[in-house]
């Protein structure tokens, strides 16, 4: 497999304190690709939410968005993955056409 550059950025990425990443680029260019493989040989779990194509997932981002509620609300969502604090990735996927609209 070819070494891609975004490999070194994300081992780079992953030695920082802070660890939200926003990742852009053109379509059909392996960013998600990437993103998988990189969970798969750095993290013990991997969470992944298609805010696109899984749309019930999109419920986890309703209401609070303190880390811990939503913390809670990826561990409702998802019991089969063991999320725990620098041993799992959460991978938020097509965020960019998320728009939840407040209830009223």
């Not at 070819?2 to 990742?23: A, F, N, V």
């Not at 392996?30 to 749309?55: D, M, Q």
């Not at 969502?77 to 609209?101: A, C, H, M, N, Y």
Request: proline share 4%.
């Amino acid at each position: 497999m070819l070494r891609r550059k975004i490999s070194d950025t994300l081992s780079e990425w992953k030695g920082r304190p802070h660890k939200c990443l926003l990742l852009k680029g053109q379509r059909q260019v392996g960013k998600t690709f990437s993103i998988r493989e990189f969970a798969k040989t750095n993290y013990e779990n991997y969470v992944e939410y298609n805010l696109s194509t899984n749309r019930s997932s999109r419920n986890i981002f309703e209401n609070d968005l303190e880390v811990d509620s939503l913390i809670s609300a990826m561990r409702l969502f998802s019991p089969d993955v063991d999320i725990q604090p620098g041993t799992t990735l959460i991978f938020l996927d097509e965020t960019k056409i998320v728009r939840v609209p407040k209830k009223h």
